[in-house]
């Protein structure tokens, strides 16, 4: 049996045909159905499966510095977003920030924080993406600060319970986004609008500051701003590595899915 499983593997793992017919030790005769990469039934090429992959590749962050979602894409990203998958996988790492919390010994001091990134982890934009492209379309700055005004964007319903659960064990919650100052007004309403009901720093960015600085740069400076306000960041989430990365990240981090745009 082992030298028949030992064969069957080794045809699996080399064979790129139709359909194998193998002889058994007892005479008999079964069909292995070789793996087929990139191809489905009958050698079909599935374009879905490269769009997969390049998924994956933004979400290890083995693809950075890219501008748009590949064209040929473009209904595997809507699809992925507006489906089961997107809700799962947000749904998976809420839910690991959530065991990680429970374990975490809680000052009571008022000082214990989580940082929220906003757009695409505390809500969400695919009303609007789902527009333009899912990411297709190069980003346009003017279109999207209109939407941003409506105040009209979801709450991504993983992370929203992640929040409450969070304020539930005495931890408090910045938000920390790279909207401008000029929205704070109605990104604080729109965060009520969507349940978000209370937190303890709303962060935007001051462009006059952070003028040509990257969002890796202003996110690290304004998290250090934190920490020496004498806040402990114990969690830190965000959709974009650029949320997640540099200094003062926390003593966990945590990535949700996003493959419709990247902020270096």
Request: with cysteine.
């Amino acid at each position: 049996m082992k030298t028949l499983l030992f064969i069957f593997a080794t045809l699996l793992a080399t064979c790129h045909g139709d359909v194998l017919n193998h002889v058994h030790e007892h005479g008999s005769t079964f069909k292995i159905f070789p793996l087929r990469m990139k191809t489905g039934s009958g050698g079909h090429y599935i374009p879905e499966v490269s769009c997969a992959s390049w998924r994956l590749g933004v979400e290890a962050h083995n693809i950075i510095d890219w501008k748009t979602v590949p064209i040929e894409c473009e209904n595997y990203v809507g699809n992925y977003v507006l489906g089961d998958q997107y809700r799962a996988d947000s749904k998976f790492v809420n839910r690991e920030g959530y065991f990680y919390a429970k374990t975490v010994n809680v000052a009571g001091d008022g000082k214990d924080i989580w940082v929220f990134d906003i757009d695409e982890t505390t809500l969400s934009n695919l009303p609007y993406y789902a527009k333009h492209g899912f990411g297709v379309n190069p980003f346009d700055e003017t279109l999207f600060n209109e939407w941003v005004d409506l105040g009209a964007a979801p709450a991504l319903p993983e992370t929203q319970k992640l929040y409450n659960k969070l304020l539930n064990l005495g931890i408090k919650i910045a938000f920390l986004t790279g909207r401008p100052l000029k929205q704070r007004d109605i990104t604080a309403k729109n965060l009520k609008k969507a349940g978000y009901h209370t937190w303890e720093k709303l962060i935007l960015k001051d462009t006059t500051i952070y003028h040509g600085k990257t969002a890796v740069t202003y996110k690290s400076t304004e998290r250090k701003k934190l920490e020496e306000e004498g806040y402990k960041i114990i969690g830190n989430i965000g959709d974009q590595w650029s949320d997640i990365l540099g200094t003062n990240i926390g003593n966990r981090t945590f990535k949700l899915p996003d493959p419709i745009y990247y902020i270096a």
